[in-house]
């Protein structure tokens, strides 16, 4: 939110960012390392967002139980493992993300990190992207999402009597649908069809 203006959609956020405050600037001048930026956030908000969102369809809606619930999770987990090695090679010969400084590639990166950290899946001790996190999350900006996010978690809301109650449908879209699909996740969504506790992306009028 910036006054009256309010802004969905973290990409678009940070382009806001970007041509509202200039200085410093989140990306650099060079187009291929934008690029490389770029696409660095494309997996952050398509294949590892799915993950952390599908761990919060099992543990905090309760969309599985049981051997499914076992078997999700440890998908979730290698996966996460995966991906977070893909990271650690990213991070070589670089202090961040972005190169010298805290960047664009780093705002991408922390917050799914983080979720993941909260769930149990934290980088390796010792690793670069250990010691990069523990750097992202020691400034004040990171330290200030972080806090807001636990003030959230605190409130220990009950999402699966949100669903029970009809009071709410989650939004099952693009990634997040192919992660559930692909991860053995099928039987969740026929339930939450029959049950009518997910939907698909609205209409616009």
């Not at 995966?82 to 400084?101: D, N």
């Amino acid at each position: 939110m910036d006054g009256d203006l309010q802004i969905f959609d973290s990409t678009i956020i940070l382009e806001y960012l970007e041509e509202k405050w200039p200085e410093p600037p989140l990306l650099p001048k060079d187009p291929a390392e934008r690029a490389r930026l770029r696409m660095l956030e494309d997996v952050m908000d398509t294949q590892y967002e799915a993950i952390n969102w599908g761990i919060l369809e099992i543990l905090g809606f309760r969309r599985a139980g049981g051997a499914l619930r076992e078997e999700l999770l440890a998908c979730a987990a290698a996966q996460t493992a995966k991906l977070q090695g893909w990271l650690e090679r990213k991070l070589e010969g670089r202090a961040w993300f972005s190169g010298e400084r805290f960047g664009w590639g780093d705002a991408t990166v922390v917050p799914h990190i983080n979720i993941s950290a909260s769930y149990g899946n934290a980088p390796t001790a010792g690793s670069r992207l250990a010691d990069w996190l523990a750097r992202a999350n020691a400034r004040e900006s990171v330290a200030a999402c972080q806090n807001a996010a636990r003030a959230f978690l605190n409130l220990k809301l009950d999402f699966s009597r949100a669903l029970e109650s009809g009071a709410y449908r989650r939004q099952y879209r693009d990634h997040r649908l192919e992660w559930m699909m692909r991860s053995g996740g099928l039987p969740i969504i026929l339930e939450g069809l029959e049950k009518k506790t997910i939907r698909f992306s609205n209409e616009l009028a």
